[in-house]
Each structure stands twice: as structure tokens, then as C-alpha cells.
């Protein structure tokens, strides 16, 4: 008898054990209770101990943690008909825990299904100029159609962000000699640019020094001095015309000189032969003798 009795004690002590189990839950800071009693919703639980009816209630656990969703490499076609594979990552979190488990089965695949339709969608719609350069405009635009297609679920999307992007070998030729043309573009217009810069500068310093022409001169000796600080150059300087200004007109007064000088030695050898000054006694007496 007492034997029966010690059984039937341990037998209630284990369903008291297992139904303290059943009935008993601890929830994290970061997690909340969906309670269903009897298949429905009765409110939201956690965090902490929370108690629940054996049998009769059922406990759906959802992390309300920030979700990082790999969206992987989805190959679309650009507007300018460019074929590039793009990848991203976005970035979501649940805010109203008994939607997110009433309104959609799994919202971790939902929301997936929902980020590759989206992006092959926007990125479709843009040419390949605007994929690498206007990453932010196009982040923005995915995250706030993505996020208008979870909120009923209550899942908050706060990122998108496109993680690569995978364009065709001859693709990336093209682009790398347009980058370089117009880098030269560049490089002849800012060219252009000082050149135009330089001879205004000129222009104004042409009018500045035009009213005293020693001005020039000076800047001549100025840059000659300047330039013949390297011993171990050769220095090619234009002479100026104006220095040899002065020369060219002496020569011109004095040039009828030399035309006299000329024509006196053309009649030399007749006034040898005349027996003037200079002739030899020879010719001397050759010239008596004809007279």
C-alpha cells in the first residue's frame, strides 16, 4: 500500500514537472511572444518569464534584431542595353511582431522574393552611367519601394545598398578608353585655358612696357641675367633690333664711302699705267715714251 502511494506521488510530481514545462517561457531582451489560446491571437508577450495554459496556448517566438539579407548576383539588363550582373545587401528589422507573423508565412523569404524582384526592376529601368556613378540615388529609390512592400507585414527595411557590380571584359575596355579620353579632353582644355591666361597677360604687360622701349631691353638683361645662373648650360638669347639700330644707320650714312674707295681701286691699274703715284720706274718710262 504505501508503495502504490509513493508511485502515485512521483507520477504527480513528473506531470506537475512537465506541465511547468510547457507552460513556462523565458523570452530575451530581444526577442517577443506571439500567444495564440486556442488558435487565436491573444496579445504580445516578453521580454521576461512569461506563463502560458498547457495545452491550450502557443508561443511564436520573433527576434526583433536588425537582419542583414544577402539579395544574390541577379543578372538584368540595362535601359542602353548593357548586360551586368549586380548584387546587394539589404538591411531589416521586425517593429510589429504579431503582423509579421499573421500577415505573411515567412517574411525572412518574403522579404528576399521582394528585394531580387525589386532591384532587377530599378536597375533595369537605368543606364550603366548612372549604375556606377548615382549609387546613393539608386540605394535610396530601392530602399523606399522595398520598405512600401514589407510595412503591412511590419518589417521596417532602414538600408539597401548594392554591394558589386559585374560587367562584360569588353565593357570594361570600352569605358576605360572613354576615361581616357576624356582625361585628355581635359588636359587640352585646361591647356587652352593658361595659354589664353598667358597671353592676356602678355597683351597687358605689352601695354605697360610699349610707352619706353628700354623697358624691353631691361627685361632682356633681366632674364639673361636670370637664365645664366646654371653655369653648365648653353644659352641660345635673340638679340634685339633695337640694339643694333643705332649700327644699322651708321652703316647706311657711310655708305657712300666705300663706293668711292671701290671705284678708286678700279682705276688703279690706269693710273699706273699713267706713271702716277705708285707705278714702278719701269712704267714710269713706258709712259714718256707713249707721250
Known amino acids: 500500500m504505501l508503495i502504490a502511494v509513493v508511485l502515485i506521488a512521483l507520477a504527480a510530481l513528473a506531470v506537475a514537472f512537465v506541465i511547468a514545462g510547457a507552460s513556462i517561457r523565458v523570452l530575451r531582451e530581444y526577442e517577443r511572444g506571439v500567444v495564440f489560446r ?3 491571437v491573444i496579445e504580445q508577450k516578453g521580454p521576461g518569464l512569461v506563463l502560458l495554459i498547457p495545452v491550450v496556448d502557443r508561443l511564436v517566438r520573433v527576434s526583433l534584431r536588425t537582419v542583414t539579407l544577402r539579395i ?4 538584368l539588363i540595362t535601359r542602353d542595353n548593357v548586360q551586368v550582373r549586380v548584387a546587394a545587401v539589404a538591411y531589416f528589422r521586425v517593429i510589429e511582431p504579431t503582423r509579421s507573423v499573421i500577415e505573411v508565412e515567412d517574411f525572412m523569404g518574403a522579404t528576399l522574393q521582394i528585394a531580387q524582384t525589386t532591384l532587377r526592376s530599378v536597375l533595369g529601368k537605368a543606364e550603366l552611367d548612372s549604375l556606377l556613378a548615382e549609387r546613393e540615388r539608386l540605394n535610396e529609390s530601392l530602399q523606399k519601394i522595398i520598405d512600401e512592400q514589407t510595412e503591412p507585414w511590419g518589417i521596417k527595411v532602414t538600408v539597401v545598398e548594392i554591394k558589386d557590380v559585374e560587367i562584360p571584359e569588353r565593357m570594361q575596355h570600352a569605358l576605360a578608353r572613354q576615361a581616357e579620353a576624356e582625361r585628355n579632353r581635359r588636359a587640352k582644355v585646361i591647356n ?7 597671353a592676356a597677360k602678355l597683351a597687358e604687360a605689352a601695354e605697360v612696357i610699349s610707352p619706353n622701349p628700354v623697358t624691353i631691353q631691361l627685361r632682356y638683361l633681366q632674364a639673361l641675367s636670370e637664365i645664366s645662373g646654371n653655369p653648365g648650360s648653353t644659352i641660345v638669347f635673340p638679340l634685339p633690333l633695337d640694339l643694333l639700330r643705332p649700327l644699322i644707320d651708321t652703316a647706311h650714312e657711310g655708305g657712300a664711302a666705300p663706293d668711292e674707295r671701290a671705284t678708286g681701286r678700279e682705276d688703279e691699274p690706269a693710273r699706273l699705267e699713267a706713271g702716277g703715284p705708285g707705278a714702278l720706274p719701269l712704267q714710269r718710262e713706258q709712259a714718256k715714251t707713249r707721250r
Open 72 to 75: 544574390p548576383p541577379q543578372e
Open 38 to 40: 486556442v488558435g487565436r
Open 192 to 198: 587652352a585655358e593658361g595659354e589664353s591666361q598667358a
